[in-house]
T-cell receptor
Framework: ETGVTQTPRHLVMGMTNKKSLKCEQH?????MYWYKQSAKKPLELMFV???????ENNSVPSRFSPECPNSSHLFLHLHTLQPEDSALYLC???????????????FGAGTRLSVL | AQSVTQPDIHITVSEGASLELRCNYS??????LFWYVQSPGQGLQLLLK??????LVQGIKGFEAEFKRSQSSFNLRKPSVHWSDAAEYFC????????????FGKGTLLTVNP
């Protein structure tokens, strides 16, 4: 148990559906991250929020829309996805988004997304 | 730009044998280095990290790693592997300072034979 909880654990959706992934951290951290993990590829950083402000959008298509209503919660809203978006989506949090002593990232278990 | 290479995609060892997983990085200054482990169906768990100081760092679960600047390496070791160590292992590098961006390797899958 890392203190970062992701729901749902598994999600199957059609290309025309709209769904959301949820991440909650119980660590009192100020920074939260979304990563995409595809088979045989390194983890790809998608978005970073620091104190509820987006500080990174790593050239992610607009069909992925993040939301950070407070420092404990992070959402990833999905719409009109493509089959190549099927992957494991990981959420992480760290005490801060800068300064390495505070930037050890703690990961959730991920949401396995399948787009049909 | 920073990069990480994990040359071994898949390693198989027998339980009780020693283990070394290789990690080479490319970065112009002193990097910040991490090893994470991912068990099936789970997220990534931090095993150990190197920021500065002693180049041999100890982590959880009996793992250690050694930073060798001359070889641009940060290899992970364990003297005696347990069946529960079967997982995928990721090396990551960060540029330090106020930059939070980690670059991950593609991972090494470890299989442990009884």
């Amino acid at each position: 148990e890392t203190g970062v909880t992701q729901t749902p654990r598994h999600l199957v959706m059609g290309m025309t559906n709209k769904k959301s992934l949820k991440c909650e951290q119980h660590l009192g951290h100020n920074a939260m991250y979304w990563y995409k993990q595809s088979a045989k590829k390194p983890l790809e950083l998608m978005f970073v929020y620091s104190l509820e402000e987006r500080v990174e959008n790593n050239s992610v298509p607009s069909r992925f829309s993040p939301e950070c209503p407070n420092s404990s919660h992070l959402f990833l809203h999905l719409h009109t996805l493509q089959p190549e978006d099927s992957a494991l989506y990981l959420c992480a949090s760290s005490q801060d988004a800068g300064g390495w002593a505070k930037n050890i990232q703690y990961f959730g278990a991920g949401t396995r997304l399948s787009v049909l | 730009a920073q990069s990480v290479t994990q040359p071994d995609i898949h390693i198989t060892v027998s339980e009780g044998a020693s283990l070394e997983l290789r990690c080479n990085y490319s970065y112009g200054a002193t990097p910040y280095l991490f090893w994470y482990v991912q068990s099936p169906g789970q997220g990534l768990q931090l095993l150990l990290k190197y920021f500065s100081g002693d180049t041999l760092v100890q982590g959880i679960k009996g793992f250690e790693a050694e930073f060798k600047r001359s070889q641009s390496s940060f290899n992970l070791r364990k003297p005696s592997v347990h069946w529960s160590d079967a997982a995928e292992y990721f090396c990551a590098v960060g540029p330090g300072g106020s930059n939070y961006k980690l670059t991950f390797g593609k991972g090494t899958l470890l299989t442990v034979n009884p």
